[in-house]
């Protein structure tokens, strides 16, 4: 069985930061690109960013220059460093990964998703 357990939601002002984290643990064999993604109420799951197993990422236009992205392989996990965070940023984020398990499947997990508030 595998898990991906997510961290570090909360409330922030415009132009603060969050950080949050995701980690994968359970029957893994290798796990692929790592991401995260964010839902408004009643609009589609949007990708923020993603990154490969290799480090290479990739930002939406909306978070370029203000997320970033990264992960470590040894532990499984990915992290989203937001910064400069305005009131659009706010939905639910939630955490993919793309995992291989013991028994040679693969298929994409997601995480239970945290919720992030930009006010004032």
């Known amino acids: 069985q595998v898990q991906l357990v997510e961290s570090g939601g909360g409330w922030v002002q415009p132009g603060g930061s969050l950080r949050l984290s995701c980690a994968a643990s359970?029957?893994?064999?290798?796990?692929?690109?790592m991401g995260w993604y964010r839902q408004e109420p009643g609009k589609e799951r949007e990708l923020v960013a993603r990154?490969?197993?290799?480090?290479?990422?990739y930002y939406a236009d909306s978070v370029k220059g203000r997320f970033t992205i990264s992960r470590v392989n040894a532990v499984r996990t990915v992290s989203l460093q937001m910064n400069s965070l305005q009131p659009e940023d706010t939905a639910v984020y939630y955490c993919?990964?793309?995992?291989?398990?013991?028994?040679?499947?693969?298929?994409?997990?997601w995480g239970q998703g945290t919720q992030v508030t930009v006010s004032s």
């Open positions: 359970g029957s893994i064999l290798s796990v692929g690109d």
């Open positions: 993919k990964a793309d995992i291989i398990d013991y028994r040679g499947r693969y298929r994409d997990y």
């Open positions: 990154i490969t197993s290799g480090g290479s990422s």
